[in-house]
């Protein structure tokens, strides 16, 4: 699809989501006070979190809107002469920096801030990190064995998964824009150009199958072995194998990974700024965290986690990550340039 109507895709159904919040809001009575969080987590996490929250707050209906992250950012831009949003739950880091820059999130330094690396964290507080996001290779582990299984980025290249990768839409995705972002910060530190990088996201092009419109379909035709191999998020990868069962598994590719720091704000113009920032606290909580890592396979930043109350495969996985290089400057200033040249130039050209 090409740039143009994705946006008004994005827009459209941004319209059509403010009418059934704004009518759901009406239906649920005066009584209670309704906090709005935009999050990319996923109804699991999120109907989680909102239970407890409103179990400590009868008084307060938390309504959570799931949508991709860059959808979110693009609904605050649209609504920031009247926003509708609380709270800005998940999504890369690079993400919440332009948001800040654009004057969409208010400052707010959480209780917690000393313990968060200052990589993991917005300087003048518009952000902070809650959950560290490695990006993996994924494969259906019942038709590709480990020892075949791609071991690093380039092995994806291999003529031998021609036609059998499946890739989550990445205009959509923070995930695959980090994936595709990292590709081109190669390409510029080994070349001074994105040409390389161009390049190489036009061989994977050539390889794929299709770009599902959201993960969920992803992880469907995964598992029914309609594609074989995947590049996605290690949680989410985790999460369906352990929980659900699937059979997928994922290589940790051995050049380097993006590890994207997940972040959370306040919206500037909040209606119910204090209690955006108790639901904030509430989801970074110690307690929050580690059931995120033990019922949703997150991995916290915070430092101050004990790494024993985390489950092993948080603590296999921090000692195997090598995190890529990524200039995160060079990623806020052009990564979404490099997306629209990818949707407009290469999406769907070479097959």
Known sequence: MPAARQ???RVTAALAASVLVGLSACQRGPHRTVLTVYSPH??????????GFEAAHPDVDVQSVDMGSQDIIDRLRSEKANPQADVWFGAPEET??????????TPYRPSWAAAVPADS?????????????????GYNSQAVSDSAAPKDWDDVLDPKWKGKVLIRDPIA???????FGGIILRSIRETGSPNQGYDWLKRLDAQTKEYTLNPTILYQKLGRQEGLITL????????LRDRYHIPVKYTIPASGTPLLVDAIAVVKGTKHEALAREYYEFVTSERALVDAADRFYRIPVRTDIPNDSLPRWIRD????????PLDR?????????????WDSHIRNSAR
């Open 7 to 9: 946006r008004v895709a």
């Open 42 to 51: 996923g109804n699991d996490l999120l109907s989680f979190y909102e239970k």
């Open 96 to 105: 919440f920096e332009r948001a800040g820059q654009e004057g969409l999130l």
């Open 121 to 137: 964290h917005d300087p003048h507080d518009y952000w902070y990190g809650t959950y560290l996001t490695p990006e993996v290779i």
């Open 173 to 179: 995705s923070g995930s695959m824009r980090a994936i």
């Open 232 to 239: 996605f998020d290690m949680p989410d990868l985790a999460m």
């Open 317 to 324: 996985a921090r000692a195997q990550i090598k995190p890529m």
């Open 329 to 341: 400057a060079m990623l806020e200033q052009h990564l979404d340039e490099w997306m629209q040249y």
